[in-house]
Structure formats: C-alpha cells, structure tokens
C-alpha cells in the first residue's frame, strides 16, 4: 500500500443521517479541532447502498458526499454480526431495522433467530472511509468482540448496544458510560487507526 494521505484541512462532513453515529464520530474527532457537519446537517441525498462488505459500503458514503459537498467526508459503515446466524445482519444491520430505523424490531428479530442457543457469540464491525473530493480514500476497518444477551438492557448508545455485552465485560454497551464505550468499540477500534494513519504528524 502507498504512503497514507494526511488530513490538513480544517472542516470534514460525516457521511451519515443518523444522529447517534455523528455524535460518537463528532466526539471522538473534538481532539483534532476540526469543524465537523454532517450529511444530514446539510441535507445531502443518502446513496444506495449496494456494496458487498462494510469497506464497499462506507466508500460508496464517502464517495458520494466528498463530490456533493466538495469537503472530505468520513464514512462509517458498520454492524452487528452474530456467529450462530452464519454473520447475519452484518452489512444489513440497519436495513433490519426497516425504513423507521426501530432497531427494537431488529434486536426481536435477532432473539427469535437464535432462540435455540445457549450462547451468542457475536462482534461489531466498523468500517472508515476518509475521501477527499479529487476522489483519494483510505480505509479503516475495527472490530470488538463479545455475546448476546436478553432482554436489552440500558439507554446510552443506539442501534443494537442494549444487547451486545463485550468480552470481558458484565455490562450491555448501552449500559455503559459513553466514554467508557468510545475508548473500546469498534469504531474506536477503526477510528485509532484512521488517526495514527492520518491525523499524526508525519
């Protein structure tokens, strides 16, 4: 792989429509003193998202934005992927969660599916895309382990965090202090990555 591309500018646009993935990228980016909008902030189109893996999808994100906005965008395409449905939902993570995002559907879904397991072993995975508007990108990928456990428990985070409880661990991710979450997901995981590769003096 060539040399990674440095972020010197000092505005980025985060990809996304959803509201609890800006604000955990918004936070972990506030060391950088970099002034972040978002997609849905500027009311950009969301692209179909028609990639085969989390990297396809946050590149076609990013992509899109980058060239909309002509700002570098930041794209996360993450999910949940438990072992017993063979990694399912994983890129379609929010899709199961249909049109009105009710993730209280998908996680139902979920524990009907692996109803006849004693233990669900599962992992999140987060996928970064930083793209320029001349079309560079660099990719990131994380990931955090862990199991499944019922009922959901907790309101910090979103999405699938109140049943998800990582290795180690005794607490949901949406029981966790926010901080606590951010210094160990998988977008934490990712984004440690993307900032030792593009956000370090060289």
């Given at each position: ?97 249909g ?5 209280g ?68 991710f ?18 440690n990555?993307?900032?030792?590769a ?5």
């Amino acid at each position: 792989m060539g040399e990674r591309r440095h972020f010197t500018e000092k505005q980025i646009v985060i990809a996304s429509h959803n509201p609890g993935k800006v604000r955990e990228i918004r936070e972990l980016l506030a060391p950088f003193g970099v002034n972040v909008s978002s997609a849905g902030d500027m009311d950009l189109p969301e692209p179909e998202e028609t990639g085969e893996t989390f990297i396809d999808n946050a590149i076609i994100k990013a992509s899109a934005t980058a060239s909309v906005s002509q700002l570098p965008a930041l794209a996360d395409d993450s999910g949940l992927c438990v072992d017993v449905l063979g990694g399912a939902p994983g890129i379609f993570s929010a899709r199961w969660a249909g049109p009105d995002k009710n993730f209280g559907m998908a996680m139902q879904k979920i524990m009907e599916a692996t109803a006849d397991f004693e233990t669900c072993k599962a992992h999140f995975v987060c996928a970064l895309c930083l793209c320029w508007p001349d079309g560079h990108v660099e990719n990131f990928e994380g990931y955090v382990h862990g199991a499944l456990s019922w009922p959901p428990r907790g309101d910090q985070g979103f999405g699938y965090d109140p049943i998800f409880v990582p290795d180690g661990y005794d607490e949901t991710f949406a029981e966790m202090d926010p901080a606590q979450k951010h210094a160990m997901s998988h977008r934490a995981d990712a984004f440690n990555q993307l900032v030792a590769a593009c956000f370090q003096p060289s």
